[in-house]
């Protein structure tokens, strides 16, 4: 099948969108596995995003000092739910947000409809541009590691545009609740440490999980990195309906129609899985579009059960992690950021 493609670009986009990328951090989800520790502390009931599950910061508050090191503060987009803005908690969590970056969504969805909201303003306003898209509601230990491999993988797609990659962690052990990433058994031969994507499994059983650890599957963090385009080529080659109403949306941002639009859009458009509808479909029509990052000697925890949140503190006092990091800075974007992380040319990963 022919690899899809869109370019459409505005008029106020670069023609050179290496240096200029953005961040897409998905906030809106229900956050329903935190139950039990949200109820606690607070009589009214907080989407686990916005809770502070450990320390003094909220997983939404520590992505975005994740994501900042990397991506300036105005080019990185949140989409939430319009009903988590009635909380005095949310509204001062997003009080900083740069104008326009924040985006609400008339009900809980998809993440491929929250991601695609977004993407859709993304694209609006800086044409192809490398997106690195952050889910707000994991329990992550090692930041500045992480974000090294973000940085990586924006190397990546910068060189190889027509490429999504997503990072995986290592499995700590057969966990029903996740998804897995299944790669091909060689390596790609690129010297950037990736592999290309064979299957993606949402929820084994245990003993499936085992037997995918087992082939070498990672846990999926749904971290991804990608150009704009290529991705909205992908929806619109597999979901072409779903494309229309998206494009007609983007036709309205900025305009007084553009809250009715989305509205109507949310309405209109079928149930779709971002894994299932998307990336799967990608990796089996156009092998070598899709493929993975092992990430490696990062503490990662995407369920919101009790007693997983519990185990993962355990395991962090275990291993000599900071329950509350210190709060410190790193800010690589600009013109030494190639520099600092030495990124710029294909490299045999090793980051030690």
């Not at 545009?161 to 499995?171: A, D, I, M, N, R």
């Not at 058994?185 to 690129?190: G, I, K, P, S």
């Not at 990062?298 to 355990?314: F, H, M, P, Q, Y």
Request: charged letters at 25%.
């Amino acid at each position: 099948m022919t690899r899809p493609t869109y370019t459409v670009k505005d008029r106020n986009s670069s023609d050179r969108q290496d240096s200029v990328w953005c961040g897409v951090v998905l906030a809106g989800g229900a956050g329903q596995y935190l139950e039990p520790l949200r109820r606690r502390p607070r009589t009214d009931v907080l989407p686990k995003q916005y809770v502070c599950c450990t320390g003094t910061r909220s997983l939404l508050e520590r992505t975005y000092d994740r994501a900042e090191r990397l991506i300036p503060r105005e080019r990185l987009f949140t989409v939430v739910q319009e009903s988590h803005l009635r909380f005095s908690r949310v509204a001062d969590q997003l009080s900083e947000r740069s104008e326009g970056t924040v985006i609400a969504q008339p009900r809980n969805e998809t993440t491929m409809l929250a991601l695609l909201l977004a993407l859709t303003h993304v694209h609006k306003r800086f044409g192809d541009t490398i997106v690195a898209s952050f889910p707000s509601d994991q329990l992550i230990w090692g930041d500045d590691r992480l974000m090294r491999y973000v940085r990586l993988a924006q190397t990546i797609v910068s060189h190889q545009p027509s490429k999504l990659v997503l990072l995986g962690v290592e499995p700590a052990y057969e966990e029903s609740e996740y998804s897995y990433i299944l790669p091909v058994d060689q390596w790609n031969n690129d010297g950037w440490g990736t592999r290309d994507v064979k299957h993606l499994v949402e929820k084994p059983n245990s003993a499936h999980a085992h037997e995918l650890i087992v082939r070498g599957a990672l846990w999926n963090t749904m971290l991804m990195v990608f150009n704009a385009a290529t991705l909205l080529g992908f929806v619109k080659c597999l979901k072409p309906n779903l494309f229309r109403h998206f494009e007609r949306l983007r036709e309205t941002i900025g305009t007084p129609h553009e809250a009715t639009v989305v509205r109507e859009t949310f309405e209109r458009v079928e149930a779709v899985d971002i894994s299932r509808d998307l990336l799967q479909p990608v990796a089996r029509l156009f092998p070598g579009s899709l493929c993975v990052l092992p990430v490696n000697d990062v503490l990662w925890s995407d369920r919101g059960a009790e007693t997983r949140n519990i185990d993962t503190v355990k395991i962090l006092r275990r291993t000599g992690y900071s329950v509350e990091p210190q709060q410190r800075r790193h800010t690589i974007f600009g013109s030494d950021r190639d520099e600092s992380f030495g990124l710029d040319q294909p490299i045999n990963i090793s980051l030690q």
